[in-house]
T-cell receptor, first 114, second 111 residues
C-alpha cells in the first residue's frame, strides 16, 4: 500500500518568512498527526486530527503555527512568521482509527530557518 | 502521560541478539506498550506493541514483566539495518490515542 506522502522534502527560508508543508495520509486513515522533531530529540506532537476535526492541538504554537485538514484527507501545516528555533523536521503520520492503532509516518520535511 | 526510561545508547555486533530495556514504573492498567524505531533520515516506523503477554512478530519480540513496570524489545539477530533510535512509548487504550516520544535508545550495530 502507498505510504504517507509529504512535500517538500527540504525547505530553506529566512526568519520572518512563511512556509507551508503538505501531507497526504494513507487512503482511508481517519486520524492524522503532525510532529516536530528537533535535531537530537524525539518527535513532539503538534496537532492531531480525527477526520477533519482537531482533537488535540495543545502543543501547537498558535500564534505562528496553523494546520488544516481539507475534507478529512490531505493536510497542510503553516508557519507564519518563522523563527530560527522552528528549524526541525516536520513529520506527518496517519492511523486507521484513533484508538490504539499503529501510526504510519512519512519521511518528513526538513526545514532550515536562516 | 506515563513516562518511560531508556538508556541513551547501546551497541551490538551483527548477527547477535539485542535486548533493549524500558522502564515504565507508573504504567496504568489501560496503557499499551508500543515500540517504534527511526532509521536515519526517515520517519519512525512501528515495531511491536503489547499489553500484558509477550508478543512476537517478524521484526522483533516484546517481553513484558509480570508487574508491567518494565519491558524489553528483543532483536533476535541484529543486522546493520537495525541501527536506529528505538522508542518505547506508553499509549492509553481508550479515546484518542497519541504517541508521546521520549529521547529513545540509539542502537549501533557493528560488523
Amino acid at each position: 500500500e502507498a505510504g504517507v506522502a509529504q512535500s517538500p522534502r527540504y525547505k530553506i527560508i529566512e526568519k520572518r518568512q512563511s512556509v507551508a508543508f503538505w501531507c497526504n495520509p494513507i487512503s482511508g486513515h481517519a486520524t492524522l498527526y503532525w510532529y516536530q522533531q528537533i535535531l537530537g530529540q524525539g518527535p513532539k506532537l503538534l496537532i492531531q486530527f480525527q477526520n477533519n476535526g482537531v482533537v488535540d492541538d495543545s502543543q501547537l504554537p498558535k500564534d505562528r503555527f496553523s494546520a488544516e485538514r481539507l475534507k478529512g484527507v490531505d493536510s497542510t501545516l503553516k508557519i507564519q512568521p518563522a523563527k530560527l528555533e522552528d528549524s526541525a523536521v516536520y513529520l506527518c503520520a496517519s492511523s486507521l482509527y484513533a484508538n490504539n492503532e499503529k501510526l504510519f509516518f512519512g519521511s518528513g520535511t526538513q526545514l532550515s530557518v536562516l | 502521560d506515563a513516562k518511560t526510561t531508556q538508556p541513551n545508547s547501546m551497541e551490538s555486533n551483527e548477527e547477535e541478539p539485542v535486548h533493549l530495556p524500558c522502564n515504565h514504573s507508573t504504567i496504568s492498567g489501560t496503557d499499551y506498550i508500543h515500540w517504534y524505531r527511526q532509521l536515519p533520515s526517515q520517519g519512525p516506523e512501528y515495531v511491536i506493541h503489547g499489553l500484558t503477554s509477550n508478543v512476537n512478530n517478524r521484526m522483533a519480540s516484546l517481553a513484558i514483566a509480570e508487574d508491567r513496570k518494565s519491558s524489553t524489545l528483543i532483536l533476535h539477530r541484529a543486522t546493520l539495518r537495525d541501527a536506529a533510535v528505538y522508542y518505547c512509548i506508553l499509549m492509553f487504550s481508550g479515546g484518542y490515542n497519541k504517541l508521546i516520544f521520549g529521547a529513545g535508545t540509539r542502537l549501533a550495530v557493528h560488523p
